[in-house]
């Protein structure tokens, strides 16, 4: 059974991806796990708590989700990794959509504030280690700069699929995109 604290990092998670920033309340957290009024206050003082206690929380997820995946197959082609790009985009803007809204959610929130971004931002440059790795591999000639355009990219179509039209197709992008940083 999750502990009182992970249970309000959940809620507070879904919260913030359902919600929005506003919704992050000690309050709507408590209420939203099921936990005694003043719970949350326990773990998290203050509201700026709360938020730096969300985000190394989404972090930690997002890493363990990551790890588990380590054994995926090996992506040896452009087209294997288009596949995987594709993977990658269509499970955070469906399955874990509201988890990737509170991660924008989050960011937009943090701005300025390095310490409460630390956790995402180690966790973004995991991925894009990862993702110049893969491109280095597949046979780009500029893996690192590649890297940065696939993942701005990626990220805007992320956000196109969570804000405007959720059902907007995923691979032809993704492949043009590898396709560019290939060339």
């Known amino acids: ?92 803007s469906g399955p874990l959509a509201s988890r990737t809204r509170a991660r924008y959610a989050l960011f937009l929130e943090g701005a300025g504030d390095e310490a409460m971004l630390a956790p995402l931002v180690a966790q973004r440059r995991v991925f894009v280690e990862w993702t110049t790795s893969l491109l280095r591999h597949v046979g780009a000639r500029s893996p690192e700069e590649s890297a940065r355009t696939l993942m701005a990219a990626g990220d805007g179509l992320l956000l196109h699929r969570l804000t405007v039209d959720p059902d907007a197709e995923i691979r032809p992008v993704v492949e043009r995109a590898v396709r560019a940083c290939l060339d």
């Open 1 to 92: 059974m999750a502990s009182t604290r992970d249970r309000a990092l959940d809620a507070a998670l879904a919260l913030v991806g359902e919600q929005g920033i506003r919704a992050l309340t000690h309050a709507r957290v408590d209420e939203r796990a099921g936990l005694p009024k003043g719970s949350t206050s326990n773990w998290f003082r203050t509201r700026d708590a709360l938020v730096a206690g969300v985000a190394a929380w989404l972090a930690e997820s997002e890493r363990n989700d990551f790890s588990a995946g380590a054994t995926t197959p090996s992506i040896d082609t452009p087209e294997e990794l288009v596949d995987a790009l594709s993977l990658v985009i269509a499970v955070q």
